[in-house]
């Protein structure tokens, strides 16, 4: 049964950083392609960011040169580095297979960006 746990989030400060984990069950990194995605309120989910089964990484726009994904296939994890967060980045994050397998979404965990 595929379970994937979300954590790491919290409230941080404009210019903070957070570092999300996603520990996975049930499915492996080494063999699936990986993303984390998030949703705002009022806002469709959107993928952050992903990584592919080679390694190689894709970002939204708006996170480009802040956020950073990887992996640890040992640990069968991702991970989500964030640095000079931003109130906008303010989302529950969500981790799942890229693309998303709608049975596989987690509790996700709270990101809020606030002075």
């Known amino acids: 049964q595929v379970q994937l746990v979300e954590s790491g989030g919290g409230l941080v400060q404009p210019g903070g950083s957070l570092r999300l984990s996603c520990a996975a069950s049930?499915?492996?990194?080494?063999?699936?392609?990986m993303g984390w995605y998030r949703q705002a309120p009022g806002k469709q989910l959107e993928l952050v960011a992903r990584?592919?089964?080679?390694?190689?990484?894709n970002y939204a726009d708006s996170v480009k040169g802040r956020f950073t994904i990887f992996r640890d296939n040992a640990r069968n994890a991702v991970y989500l580095q964030m640095n000079i967060l931003k109130p906008e980045d303010t989302a529950v994050y969500f981790c799942?297979?890229?693309?998303?397998?709608?049975?596989?979404w987690g509790q996700g965990t709270q990101v809020t960006v606030s002075s």
């Open positions: 799942n297979t890229y693309p998303a397998r709608g049975s596989d």
């Open positions: 049930g499915i492996s990194s080494r063999i699936n392609a």
């Open positions: 990584i592919t089964i080679a390694g190689s990484t």
